[in-house]
């Protein structure tokens, strides 16, 4: 048996199958693939295949974004070869700092003073996610205004972002790029139901591109409102011609 284990065969087992594997990574992030899947006996035992995979593939996954892609690859095992599959999961990276508000704005965020960071203390229970929000109550009304600005690479993106509030009002979510400008408004959503508006297809031609993520509302006397869970998530690299 000691002798089966380690050499993987004997006169009677012979290798059934190289197993597909899986991979995951952030968009944006470096992706590493496995250098080798496991290769199943007919006995049961397995064994490490080294295996190559399919550059194309990997290439036009890391191009296409968030998704899930099927990477070909070829596993060996002595003169033989097996058709292997690595599944691999990219998930959409968030460029904003501080998305949920969950950690001090420290210059991350740009706010007015209508606005402000709060946690579920002083009646301000109405949290989406974590323990923290930019919330506010104007006795008087007024005007919000909060954003961010981040340096983006060339790229198809997508932004958005939650609220709740009096449902009356509404805000604008507004991405800048250079002299252009995405908007998109909504009423707030009422307590518990959270509105999400999102801006896609946000075109950005060049690497070092300066974009900002802006929201602006003006509300009624007595109105009060929340945000929280900002993104901007890339869809896709612009690929060199």
């Known amino acids: 048996m000691y002798n089966m284990v380690r050499g993987g065969t004997t006169a009677q087992d012979y290798l059934v199958e190289a197993a597909n594997t899986t991979a995951a990574a952030v968009v944006g992030d470096e992706v590493t693939l496995p250098a080798s899947v496991t290769g199943v006996f007919a006995s049961g035992n397995e064994v490490s295949l080294e295996v190559t995979w399919k550059q194309t ?22 003169e033989e070869t097996y058709d292997v599959i690595c599944t691999l999961t990219l998930t959409g990276k968030n460029y904003l700092v501080n998305p949920s508000f969950e950690d001090a704005l420290d210059g991350n965020w740009e706010t007015n003073t209508n606005i402000a960071r709060k946690n579920s203390s002083g009646g301000n229970n109405n949290m989406r996610t974590g323990n923290y929000n930019l919330h ?11 954003s961010q600005t981040i340096i983006l ?23 800048t790029v250079g002299t252009k400008t995405y908007e998109k408004t ?8 959270w509105v999400s508006p999102e801006i896609s297809d946000i075109v950005i031609a060049e690497d070092g591109t300066e974009v900002t993520v802006s929201v602006a509302s003006t509300v009624a006397a007595g109105s009060w409102g929340a945000f929280e869970d900002f993104y901007e998530i890339i869809d896709n690299y612009l690929k060199e011609e």
């Open 153 to 175: 690479d060339a790229g198809t993106y997508r932004a958005g972002g939650y609220a709740v509030g009096t449902t009356s009002d509404a805000w604008t979510l507004t991405i």
């Open 186 to 193: 909504v009423n707030y959503g009422e307590w518990g139901s």
């Open 57 to 78: 593939d990997l290439e036009e996954a890391v191009y296409s974004g968030e998704g899930v892609y099927p990477i070909a690859g070829t596993a060996t095992y002595g």
């Open 136 to 146: 506010f109550w104007l006795e008087n009304g007024g005007d919000i205004a909060f």
